[in-house]
Nanobody
Framework: QVLLVESGGGRVQAGGSLSRSCVAS????????MGWFRRVAGKGREGVAA???????SCAASVNGRFTVPNDKAKNTLFLHINNLNPEDAAMYYC????????????????????WGQGTQVTVSS
């Protein structure tokens, strides 16, 4: 059984930083990408950053370089560091894992991912 366990901060003041981690386990096949998504009420999941198993990293233009995704591939662990948070960053954040390979530009699309973490609400106070 594949399991994605997320942990880390969920509440921060505007201008502050936030870190989260995701540990994936139970795979019987190699993953192609691990990524972070967020969703606000009434909208679909937005891909914010992903790392392909080959090491390439993809980040959404909307995060303006404030998001980084350190990782430990050997431990199937992905981190998310967010700097200079603003109220628009408030959302449910999810970790996800893709198995099937796809075009690089699709790794920020939710439909490319098969397994999902439980999600955590990130709140940004002004």
């Amino acid at each position: 059984q594949v399991l994605l366990v997320e942990s880390g901060g969920g509440r921060v003041q505007a201008g502050g930083s936030l870190s989260r981690s995701c540990v994936a386990s139970g795979f019987r096949e190699n993953w192609s990408s691990m990524g972070w998504f967020r969703r606000v009420a009434g909208k679909g999941r937005e891909g914010v950053a992903a790392i392909l198993s080959e090491g390439r990293i993809s980040c959404a233009a909307s995060v303006n370089g404030r998001f980084t995704v350190p990782n430990d591939k050997a431990k199937n662990t992905l981190f998310l560091h967010i700097n200079n948070l603003n109220p628009e960053d408030a959302a449910m954040y999810y970790c996800a894992v893709a198995i099937a390979w796809t075009d690089p530009e699709r790794y920020l699309a939710a439909y490319s991912y098969k397994y999902w973490g439980q999600g955590t609400q990130v709140t940004v106070s002004s």
